[in-house]
C-alpha cells in the first residue's frame, strides 16, 4: 500500500470548521482513500472513504484533488467529540489482502472550547 | 448486535507465560484482523484471516498464533509472551471487501514484565 503524509496535530476552535491534509503522491489508480479517527483510549473508527469524487456522510466531507495526490478530510463542526487523532489510509482496492489497513502516526487534532 | 468484542479488557504476564487474547464478531464478516498499537504510533497488522479455516501473516506476527475454526471467532495467541510485546491489541472485523470498513473491537491492554 502506497504511504501518506500528514500533519503531526492541529488545533481547532469548537464549532468551527476543521480541514485535515493528507499527501499521497504515489497512490495508485485502485487505491481507495480512507478516513479513520481513534479518541483517547478507543478502537479506532470510521469516518468516510472514496476513490475518485468527493464525498460526504453524517460524521465528515473528503475531498479528493483531482490527480487524486492529496485530500482532505473536513469536518464541518467541530465540537469537543472529535478531539482524536485521523488517520489518512490507502488500500489497494484490488489486492488479496484487501481488508488490511497500512496506519501511519496521524494527526492528532485538539479542539478548543 | 454486540459489533466486535475482545476479551480481557486489561491483562498482566510474566514473561514466558502464554495467554490467548479473544475476539468475537457477531455480524456474519468474513474477514478479521489483529493489530497492535505501541505507545503514541499507529496500528500494526499482525494477522488476518479471510474466512473460516484461513489465516496468514500480517507486518508482525513474530510471537503470536491464530487460528480460525469458525466466522465468529479469532483468537489471538502468545506463545511465550515477552516485555516487547507489551501493547494494546485491537481485533477488527470487515464489512466488506471493496468499501474496506473495518469494525474495531475496544482492545486489549497487555502488560508484560
Known amino acids: 500500500d502506497a504511504k501518506t503524509t500528514q500533519p503531526n496535530s492541529m488545533e481547532s476552535n469548537e464549532e468551527e470548521p476543521v480541514h485535515l491534509p493528507c499527501n499521497h503522491s504515489t497512490i495508485s489508480g485502485t487505491d481507495y482513500i480512507h478516513w479513520y479517527r481513534q479518541l483517547p483510549s478507543q478502537g479506532p473508527e470510521y469516518v468516510i472513504h472514496?476513490?475518485?469524487s468527493n464525498v460526504n456522510n453524517r460524521m465528515a466531507s473528503l475531498a479528493i484533488a483531482e490527480d487524486r495526490k492529496s485530500s482532505t478530510l473536513i469536518l464541518h463542526r467541530a465540537t469537543l467529540r472529535d478531539a482524536a487523532v485521523y488517520y489518512c489510509i490507502l488500500r489497494d482496492g484490488w489486492g488479496g489482502s484487501q481488508g488490511n489497513l497500512i496506519f501511519g502516526k496521524g494527526t492528532k487534532l485538539s479542539v478548543k472550547p | 448486535n454486540a459489533g466486535v468484542t475482545q476479551t480481557p479488557k486489561f491483562q498482566v504476564l510474566k514473561t514466558g507465560q502464554s495467554m490467548t487474547l479473544q475476539c468475537a464478531q457477531d455480524?456474519?464478516?468474513?474477514?478479521m484482523s489483529w493489530y497492535r498499537q505501541d505507545p503514541g504510533m499507529g496500528l500494526r497488522l499482525i494477522h488476518y484471516?479471510?474466512?473460516?479455516?484461513?489465516?496468514d501473516q500480517g507486518e508482525v506476527p513474530n510471537g503470536y498464533n491464530v487460528s480460525r475454526s469458525t466466522t465468529e471467532d479469532f483468537p489471538l495467541r502468545l506463545l511465550s509472551a515477552a516485555p516487547s510485546q507489551t501493547s494494546v491489541y485491537f481485533c477488527?472485523?470487515?464489512?466488506?471487501?471493496?468499501?474496506?470498513?473495518?469494525?474495531f473491537g475496544p482492545g486489549t491492554r497487555l502488560t508484560v514484565t
Open positions: 472514496g476513490l475518485t
Open positions: 455480524m456474519n464478516h468474513e474477514y
Open positions: 477488527a472485523s470487515v464489512a466488506g471487501f471493496l468499501t474496506g470498513e473495518q469494525y
Open positions: 484471516s479471510v474466512g473460516a479455516g484461513i489465516t
